[in-house]
């Protein structure tokens, strides 16, 4: 493509090496409706003949279906990447107008252009696997009903909640996920067509319609940074480190919970493998990779910041690095995200051992000092009056409820008969009653609240079908 220029061959050794269609073959698809784009405006401008449009445009259709029959087509040694190697089997079909095509155009746009539609596809993608794991969260959040659980502070018991509100928490955050994805969608979907390769196209090609042609909203304002910016991919990558980041916490919570010292979650088997040598293993694996392969996604987007911290404007060869992390991070998650799903349809909660702790360990005791604030004890002293009842309980090994109201008293006179009522599980969960709040009033409000939010998020994808 540049060998006029000239008078050595290169090192067969560093040409092989610094080629790239080992990985960019996989955006083949965006190449070619790129390119398409680029043809018609090429046809627009006088460039092309109409005759010459036809013959290229269906010669890029026929290299789309060849690569679709036969992924073995797109193996080739000496393609240097995804750009080549269209061009070459589009003169191999087509003769030496094929040529033409590259008329006006730089790869620098090309890559820039093939890369956004990529990010954006991908998007579209997990936002809708985002969607599929928020429904089946949601799903066994209500028929959970108003079975309890502890929650944790420090990783110590805290206060009792609805399992449902426990699972809505875990939706909140993949819909802020899905909602990140879409600011970044916004800000790529510039095209980069025309911008040739630092200064703007050399051919009167009317932008705005490649543009429109492939669903962008406009064209990118400075050719300058249309060819060398890879904001958009360090966006998305950070992006899905988040994704990945809070699959890992569920990950994590959910391993501790399947523990048989925590004994909440059932493990399912056809996503847990057992031990070579231990008979009685049941292992978390699908989790275990989970919270594992995020750290490739984090660490991808570190690598992503390095390869473009020091690059002087425009176009370097070191943007060919951003390829493979960007790749490998949409992968992972895209991997990941239908496999997440089906292990949340498929566990098994333990709502007897569940609902038993959160009525032990003293998760009611904020709860017993809000029965005192209700009496007029000012807030600190009656944290004060629960924190003593509690070291008695723990000298005695007993629970709030167990010690005798003449004992209580002796601490405050406040404390009456209806006292115990206030530590019952359904008390403890329904002073909780604020927007947000797990009183099962709540939660029951906060499920449908919740199925709107991701039938909003179903709606925005499908438009972008």
């Known amino acids: 493509m540049w060998s006029g220029r000239f008078r050595q061959p290169l090192d067969p050794e560093f040409e092989r090496w610094q080629r790239s269609l080992s990985f ?17 405006a090429l046809k627009n401008a006088g460039v092309l003949s109409s005759e010459e449009l036809i013959g290229i445009l269906q010669g890029l259709e026929q290299i789309g279906e060849r690569a679709a029959a036969s992924p073995s087509f797109l193996d080739d040694d000496e393609a240097e990447d995804v750009h080549h190697f269209v061009e070459k089997q589009l003169v191999a079909l087509i003769g030496e107008v094929g040529y033409k095509l590259h008329s006006g155009r730089s790869r620098n746009e090309q890559i820039a252009a093939d890369l956004r ?19 089946v969260l949601a799903d066994r959040a209500e028929h959970a009903g108003d079975a309890a659980m502890p ?89 899905l480190s988040l994704l990945a980041l809070h699959l890992s916490r569920w990950a994590e919570e959910m391993i501790l919970f399947s523990s048989q010292e925590y004994g909440f979650v059932g493990l399912p088997e056809a996503y847990s493998t057992g031990s070579s040598a231990m008979p009685q293993k049941k292992n978390p694996d699908l989790l275990e990779l989970v919270r594992g392969k995020s750290g490739r996604v984090l660490g991808n987007a570190v690598a992503l910041m390095v390869a473009v911290k020091g690059l002087p404007l425009a176009y370097n060869k070191d943007l060919q690095e951003t390829q493979e992390p960007l790749f490998d991070s949409a992968d992972t998650l895209l991997q990941m995200m239908p496999l997440v799903t089906a292990w949340m349809k498929s566990v098994d909660f333990h709502l007897d051992r569940m609902q038993h702790a959160a009525q032990s360990g003293f998760t009611n005791a904020w709860a017993a000092a809000t029965y005192l604030v209700h009496r007029g004890v000012p807030s600190r002293l009656a944290h004060e009056l629960i924190g003593k009842a509690v070291q008695i309980c723990l000298d005695r090994n007993c629970e709030l409820k167990d010690l005798p109201l003449s004992e209580l008293q002796s601490l405050s006179p406040v404390f009456d008969q209806d006292f115990y009522a206030a530590l019952e599980l359904p008390s403890v969960l329904a002073i909780h009653d604020v927007p947000g709040g797990t009183s099962p009033a709540r939660v029951r409000q906060a499920i449908p609240a919740t199925r709107r939010k991701i039938e909003l998020l179903r709606e925005e994808v499908h438009a972008h079908a």
């Open 24 to 40: 960019d073959r996989r955006l083949l698809h965006y190449e070619l409706a790129a390119s398409s784009a680029h043809a018609r």
């Open 151 to 239: 929650a944790y502070t420090h990783l110590q018991r805290a206060e009792p909640v609805l399992l449902g509100h426990w699972l809505l928490a875990y939706v909140e955050m993949f819909l802020r996920d899905a909602d990140r994805l879409a600011d970044c969608r916004k800000r790529l979907n510039l095209c980069p067509l025309g911008s040739g390769a630092v200064a703007g196209a050399t051919l009167p090609l009317d932008r705005d319609f490649m543009a429109e042609a492939l669903s962008f909203d406009r064209p990118t304002a400075n050719s300058i940074d249309a060819t060398s910016d890879r904001d958009f991919v360090l966006e998305f990558v950070n992006d």
């Open 117 to 135: 539609l990529y990010v954006r596809a991908a998007i579209d993608q997990l936002r809708q696997e985002i969607a599929e794991l928020c429904t």
